[in-house]
């Protein structure tokens, strides 16, 4: 009897499961609230996957402003835990599904909307999520293109439906060179507006040009307003403002009487437009539904998820960093 039992345990299928159990991934994690110096490198178990969940291997995580704001601690939501994988955004391939799943199957190539996840985040080898903040994405994507779109184009998408932007109208977007703002100029463009775009820099006006913006100005040089008015004289039908400050203030003059302004939460200041525009405070809410609207937008045409700089996963502290500096597009790791 003790001899089966040996065989048994010594069959390949118990050592498979026995490795599974015991498997461990890097992870760039927090064991405190901090500057990026509490970012760093860790061995921690891989999450165990749900019956309604997915075990994605991550090649490629998303760097985004609110990254260093969960570092720091200003950004929390749900229990607070420790060690803590950042990272809300990645893309890569499904290594295992749970029992309950049969819309995604190993082997898929997928990006997910892990903001704050109970599991972990994407600044990992392996995150683990519901289905429902999966997706496959568009196959004209790289993979490092998927890996930085999934929350800044469900923001910038969010915010467009807010405003119900349709054929023919006009919209201003400010910020239009930065992670969300690159994609909403594009995605405006899929919805028939015609695109108004305050980027930053020379490099930034050039930018939006070749996206597709009809007009595009510096936002820290020349009259920004006076170039509104002129390109909308009789005032736009909606602005999306992704950042604050007295100039973005000045330019909600030239929206029209009736016109609507949506920005996310978190710009700061919040813009404060008179009382005849319309105002939507927004936050990105991920499920399959607008996962799909995002692709097909996408597959429509010609579409570029700008990824200015990657950096392997082990440098996420200095990625977070240069969130500070001047780029175009979005920052990336390489797991």
Not at 9 to 24: F, H, R, S
Not at 77 to 105: C, H, N, W
Not at 278 to 302: C, D, M, W
Request: charged residues 20%; negative net charge.
């Amino acid at each position: 009897m003790g001899g089966t039992r040996l065989e048994l345990l010594g069959t390949p299928e118990i050592y498979k499961i026995m490795a599974d159990v015991t498997k461990q991934m890097k992870a760039m994690a927090i064991d405190q609230y901090g500057g990026p110096e509490a970012l760093t490198l860790h061995t921690l178990p891989v999450p165990e996957v749900g019956e309604n969940e997915v075990l994605i291997r991550v090649e490629v995580a998303g760097v985004g402003v609110w990254d260093p704001m969960e570092r720091e601690g200003k950004l929390i939501m749900g229990e607070t835990y420790f060690p803590r994988t950042l990272g809300a955004e990645g893309a890569g391939t499904i290594a295992s599904v749970g029992g309950q799943v049969t819309d995604f199957k190993e082997g898929d190539k997928v990006y997910g909307f892990g903001f704050q996840s109970p599991k972990g985040g994407f600044y990992a080898e392996y995150i683990v999520l519901l289905t429902n903040l999966v997706s496959r994405f568009p196959q004209k994507l790289s993979i490092e293109e998927a890996g930085a779109l999934p929350v800044d184009g469900v923001t910038g998408l969010c915010g467009l439906e807010a405003l119900q932007l349709s054929d023919g109208q006009k919209i201003l977007i400010w910020g239009a060179s930065g992670g969300i703002g690159h994609l909403v100029v594009q995605l405006s463009k899929r919805l028939g507006a015609k695109v108004f775009a305050v980027a930053s820099g020379s490099d930034g006006v050039e930018f939006v040009q070749k996206l597709g913006a009809d007009e595009a100005v510096d936002g820290k040089g020349g009259d920004v307003v006076a170039q509104a008015r002129e390109f909308a004289p009789d005032g736009f039908d909606a602005a999306l403002i992704l950042a604050g400050g007295d100039e973005a203030q000045a330019a909600l003059e030239t929206i029209k009487d009736g016109g609507a302004v949506a920005f996310p939460h978190g710009v700061a200041p919040e813009p404060k437009p008179r009382a005849t525009i319309k105002v939507h405070a927004y936050s990105a809410t991920p499920n399959p539904q607008i996962f799909e609207r995002l692709n097909t937008l996408i597959e429509q045409g010609p579409f570029e998820v700008a990824v200015a700089r990657t950096y392997p996963l082990e440098e996420a502290a200095t990625a977070q960093q240069d969130l500070k500096g001047h780029f175009l597009g979005k920052l990336a790791l390489t797991v």
